[in-house]
């Protein structure tokens, strides 16, 4: 098991399923963990039950929900003010909505605001903390049902062509090409004591999911029976966020703890290259131009 006392961790949907997890998990690796969460009763529980299981206190709560841009700069700020430095980022926060197209307080479509505005803004703003460490890493939670992906950046918000599937699919190649594109743009700038990696957590039995209707609700409920545990889900997520392997590896997509080519012809680096651009236009932030 790594050492990992003296580092400090921030974890976003860390209250449950494979974010909680993974949180416990760096906690008793020594990490000092930070719980980013939107349900302060639940962080506080989930506080309580990671300091008994790591023997140590140094587990903190920031709240915040990611769809909302406003929220997301005051707790990076607060992050900022309050922490020297950051050495994990664990993008692991998502979401499937339901059936009917929902907006974000930003006006956004809600599953892209979640799952990538507001990850990616967190990112940007987190940068500079992430710079003074001597080797930091940022781990994004993706899925493999990005190969159902169907992406439009002319239409970004799903505005003609909603399906709860169909965003979650999308915001998943999205988290992918802003993970290759982050460290494409890390090493074009020489920035070595960073990477950046992405993974497939595998299909987890969780309540995640379990607002969808129509016939991949059906899917999900008949699918149950053959899921994966949380643990079992969190355990690429851990990998990548402190074994010594991976320490210098940027750019991968993993799935069950090993490195996989991603096939989507969406996947190219202009692609890559546009959806960074939108995403700081969408969010107002400019980072590694």
């Not at 997301?72 to 309050?82: D, G, I, K, P």
């Not at 903390?129 to 439009?152: E, F, G, M």
């Not at 996947?267 to 959806?275: F, G, K, M, V």
């Amino acid at each position: 098991m790594p050492d990992l006392k003296n580092q400090i961790v921030l974890v976003t949907g860390a209250t449950s399923g494979i974010g909680e997890i993974t949180a416990m998990a760096l906690a008793k690796m020594g990490a000092h963990v930070v719980l980013l969460a939107r349900s302060a009763a639940k962080a506080a529980a989930t506080q309580q039950k990671i300091k008994a299981a790591a023997g140590h206190d140094q587990v903190d709560i920031l709240l915040a929900d990611l769809a909302d841009l406003g929220q997301v700069r005051r707790t990076a700020a607060e992050f900022n003010a309050r922490y020297p430095r950051l050495d994990v980022l664990v993008n692991n926060a998502g979401l499937i909505l339901g059936s009917e197209r929902q907006l974000s307080p930003d006006g956004y479509e809600l599953g892209v605001a979640t799952n990538h505005l507001g990850p990616f803004l967190l990112t940007s703003l987190l940068f500079d903390k992430l710079k003074a460490s001597p080797a930091a890493r940022i781990v994004n939670v993706a899925s493999k049902v990005y190969h159902i992906a169907r992406p439009n950046l002319a239409d970004f918000q799903s505005a003609q062509g909603y399906g709860a599937m169909r965003v979650y699919a999308n915001t998943k190649l999205y988290n992918i090409l802003f993970t290759q594109e982050l460290a494409r743009r890390l090493r074009t700038h020489g920035i070595a004591n960073i990477s950046t990696n992405v993974l497939h957590p595998g299909v987890v039995a969780s309540s995640f999911g379990s607002g969808v209707g129509g016939v991949m609700g059906l899917v999900a409920q008949l699918g149950r029976p053959f899921m994966i545990s949380a643990e079992k889900g969190a355990e690429t997520s851990i990998f990548l966020a402190s074994a010594p392997e991976v320490a210098s590896t940027s750019g991968g997509y993993f799935d069950k703890k090993r490195a996989e080519p991603v096939k989507h012809r969406f996947n190219t680096p202009e692609n890559a290259r546009r959806l960074w651009e939108l995403s700081e236009q969408l969010t107002g932030t400019q980072f590694l131009d």
